[in-house]
């Protein structure tokens, strides 16, 4: 079968970086195609360069016979090609409605836009494509994340493109909204749509991809049927390594009660929540999209106002109202959102990294730099992060290393609690183990960790007790041996609670 | 199924709470700087008795609608700059003023004066557009080259002093009644609903926005971004040429650099319309009514004699206390 999308021998350099090294990517009409491979492997530069984002230095790509070099990512939309970014862009005073049809509005005549009738349109739309019951008058800053990546896959899907790239996008979903991601992708592909479809998700792919490309520093490994492939397999191809290797839990000694909550509360989103986390102990915290999980982390660090609640650290009540307070008192957070909140992009690898603790690292209020860029190289060399230098900008990593500097941060200081707030979102299989065997090593050293997450082998595989919450509450607290995935879900999707209004 | 009509329910109960605390704070400030206006009329009228004699009522329209139609390209460039501001407004509109003064003291006829006087501020205005976007100034160093040259034409142009000139339909408009309301007021009027058709009820509109709403996805929308923020200084400029020629009618004639104290006022009332907005972007309705409300102050403060130094000390401190409203709201969202 003729391809429907030919990218050939595709070249991309950066500074110090070569991402893409003759890479070729080809599609056939109908199928839905998974792009693998490691973060920095080179997928998003090769979507980036299928959406007239970057220029390649080599290569060419061409789409329905039409040769795509050179145009403007307006004009390759137009040639029928959508996209589903990984990260979600949307402007915050805008509604549903206005996201939807932006740069296509109805008109009236006289130019002006029909409100009332982009409105119900909105709404047709909304349900007709997602089964979706959102307001369209709602702002978008008033949805979830979820909710925001679900109409932005909606105004993809109103142009009827030929073909869609979606990078990721299950991330932030609910298993039911992932379920219904994929009936509507089912769909696509039956009415004869094509799918490009990145993840980090192996199940994912075997649930819903025809074949498979995977690429490797740059460079193509293989382009395979699925079904003829194994998870284990795949992974091989990725990294070189075994997929037991996932999780390796460090049994550490658990100590002491190192932080205590006690009836944390703000608003309906978090509701009298109370636990203990011990030295040595790694606390998992499970809960579907819109549980609290980060809200109520955000509520320990002081990054949000609680309206009630107390903790201690080592027994000791403290005050915790800013993230300044809490890091006065060993407690650390890598945020969900890295890139918001994580690392500032625009500063080099050491200046993040150093930028807590830079107290530490001066002399007379000056910055001991010769100290401190043996510490941080220290740190590039035992997280591997791949970076040219730690003077890089840290916007030029890929989001695994990104994620190992905010690390870093954390470790640079002396952080008896640190909280991880879905760590490995956006993360691949090699970098993941990394970020795991940190948490391992913190709690040898002594320190405990706090891990939410949304994927439930990650929970049970490095958690020694397990927190479900439902509703802004605590619903459930399971050892390790209690632990199933059944049981996770089960408690996380509102089982056992007595009062459900 | 189940879980669409779950959404349904958390969605419209989230809102509902959304909407509660959004509103409480907005209103408090909307009400605050209505109030402030209100306020502000009945201290005049209370301190001077001109203040709300007819004359002076019609002389604040007057005067107010050369500072209307400025801050509507003023606000689209706050909007389309995510809150950065045209710092060339008062340059702009003093040069378009010195072009129309000239070529009609020449003879040129009023009608072409008046198009030269507007394509001098739009083509200023594509300056400063082509500067930021392709040559990648910031809009603030960009536009305040632009005031400089700006200012620098209008000098030697007029030769740095007084030319007079009165032409009959530029006086009309600037200065006389029509139906017994001023002239200016419908020009106003006019350009108030091009530029809110525009910008509130156009595809063109919602592209400015949503540039300075979010770059990136702007982008990714597949908005031509260089050519819409082009365009949103080139209007600002346009709007700067019709206030030239405003000018001109109201000075009959024209001093240099007359115009160049506009721009705190313009600034004002962009700004205004940034606060008085429930969603953090200004609109041109609420430049409108920042417009107003400084056009009021001015004449008020002079109606009840004010030395001009503490004027302007009065006009600093409002925008210290506009922009830091501003950034207060703004702080409070990104929290939320």
Known sequence: MAALLEMKGIRKEFPGVVALDGVDFSVVPGEIHALLGENGAGKSTLIKILAGLYTPDRGTVVFRGEQLNGLSPQQVQARGIAFIHQERAYIPYFTVGQTLFLGREPSRGAGLIDWPRLYRKASEELVRILGLEIDPHAPMESLTVSEKQLVDITKALITNPSLIVFDEPTGPLSEGEIERLFAVIKRLKSQGVTVVYISHRLDEVFQICDRATVLKDGKNVTTLEVKDATPDGIVRLMVGKELKEKFPKVVASIGDPILEVSNLCRGHVVRNVSFKLRRGEILGIYGLVGAGRTEMVRLVFGADKKDAGSIMVEGVPVIINSPREAIDQGIALVPEDRRGQGVIVEMSVRDNVTLPSLKGFSRAGFVASRRERAAVQNFVKQLNIKTPGIDHFVKYLSGGNQQKVVLSKWLCGSAKVVIFDQPTIGIDVGAKTEIYRLMGKLVSDGAGVILVSSEIPEVLGLSDRILVMYRGRITAELSREEATPDRLLFYAMGGGVADVQ | ?336
């Open chain 2, 1 to 336: 199924m189940s879980s669409n009509t779950v959404r349904g329910g958390t969605m419209s109960s989230r809102k509902l709470r959304w909407a509660g605390v959004r509103n409480r704070s907005h209103l408090a400030v909307r009400v605050l700087t209505i109030g402030l206006f209100v306020g502000v009329c009945v201290l005049f009228a209370a301190m001077s008795p001109i203040f709300l004699m007819p004359s002076n009522l019609l002389n604040i329209v007057r005067q107010t609608a050369l500072l209307a139609i400025m801050s509507f390209g003023m606000v689209s460039v706050i909007i389309v700059t995510h809150g950065e501001a045209d710092m060339s407004v008062g340059g702009i509109t003093g040069l378009s003023a010195a072009v129309a003064v000239v070529l009609l003291v020449r003879g040129a006829p009023t009608a072409l004066s008046i198009l030269a006087a507007i394509a001098t501020g739009l083509a200023a205005g594509l300056l400063n557009g082509i500067l930021v976007t392709k040559v990648g100034l910031l809009p603030f160093l960009a536009t305040l080259a632009t005031m400089n040259m700006a200012m620098g034409l209008e000098q030697v142009l007029t030769k740095g002093t007084y030319v007079p000139f009165a032409d009959p339909f530029i006086g009309f408009v600037a200065n006389e009644n029509f139906l017994g309301v001023p002239a200016s007021a419908f020009l106003l009027l006019l350009v108030y609903l091009a530029f809110y058709s525009l910008l509130d009820h156009m595809p063109t509109g919602r592209k400015i926005y949503a540039i300075g709403g979010n770059l990136q996805a702007a982008r990714a929308s597949g908005i031509d971004v260089a050519k819409y923020t082009v365009l949103t200084f080139a209007l600002s400029g346009l709007s700067c040429g019709l206030a030239g020629v405003l000018l001109v009618g109201r000075l009959s004639g024209l001093t240099p650099l007359a115009a160049a104290p506009l721009l705190l006022d313009v600034l004002l009332a962009g700004y205004i319309s940034s606060i008085l907005s429930s969603v953090g972007a200004p609109s041109v309705s609420g430049a409108l009514f920042g417009a107003m409300l400084v056009g009021v102050l001015s004449n008020g403060l002079a109606v009840i004699r004010v030395p001009t130094f503490y004027v302007n000390l009065v006009k600093g401190l409002l925008i210290i206390i506009v922009v830091a409203a501003n950034a207060l709201q703004r702080r409070r969202r990104s929290i939320s």
